[in-house]
């Protein structure tokens, strides 16, 4: 979880310098959870997403289509 961690930070860092607006990490870990196709934060930590992950980095479309539903 500690790599997570250090991503949540970077993305929602990283936001708030290109944009000019906060997004909390709550927020951000949502976001990373849909991307690899769970429908929440929750969800997530409950389960071994390592089979969803792989399926997410190998197809960007995957990952994004996550995102939309």
């Known amino acids: 979880m500690k790599l997570l961690s250090q991503a949540t930070f970077n993305i929602s860092h990283s936001f708030q310098l290109t944009s000019n607006r906060q997004i909390k990490r709550c927020q951000v ?39 939309y539903e």
């Not at 969800?43 to 399926?55: A, R, V």
Request: glycine letters at 2%.
């Open 29 to 67: 870990l949502e976001l990373i959870a849909a991307y690899f196709g769970f429908k929440s934060y929750a969800t997530l930590k409950s389960n071994d997403p390592s089979e969803q992950i792989e399926i997410a980095t190998r197809s960007d479309e995957v990952a994004r289509k996550n995102c």
